[in-house]
Nanobody, 114 residues
Framework: VQLQASGGGMVQAGGSLTLSCAASGSMHSLPTVAWYRQAPGKQRELVASIISGKIINYGDSVKGRFIIVRDDAKNTLELQMNSLTPEDTAIYYC?????????WGQGTLVTVSS
């Protein structure tokens, strides 16, 4: 499975951005999908995940602002980001897991200016 993330860019604080991740194979075969991010000088952290196709989790810092959406028909995973702050600046990675196998997209940079 290959994952291709897109949609990153520069946005002003308070703005919105939607990231998209396209899977080369069937999303049906990937029970767990997620978005992670890594800010400069920081460790990679979980932003949002959908576990076993239905359990949705969000990191504390994005709760109420970000929405993760999977579309199995289109084999895509989205991250809708609202009320962005400079602290959201990071490289965002889409991720998928199937059993012990973990797949990563190449990352897309989001820069939020104050």
């Amino acid at each position: 499975v290959q994952l291709q993330a897109s949609g990153g860019g520069m946005v002003q604080a308070g703005g919105s951005l939607t990231l998209s991740c396209a899977a080369s194979g069937s999303m049906h075969s990937l029970p767990t999908v997620a978005w992670y991010r890594q800010a400069p000088g920081k460790q990679r952290e979980l932003v949002a995940s959908i576990i076993s196709g239905k359990i949705i989790n969000y990191g504390d810092s994005v709760k109420g602002r970000f929405i993760i959406v999977r579309d199995d028909a289109k084999n895509t995973l989205e991250l809708q980001m609202n009320s962005l702050t400079p602290e959201d600046t990071a490289i965002y990675y889409c991720n998928a897991q199937r059993g012990d196998l973990m797949y990563w997209g190449q990352g897309t940079l989001v820069t939020v200016s104050s």
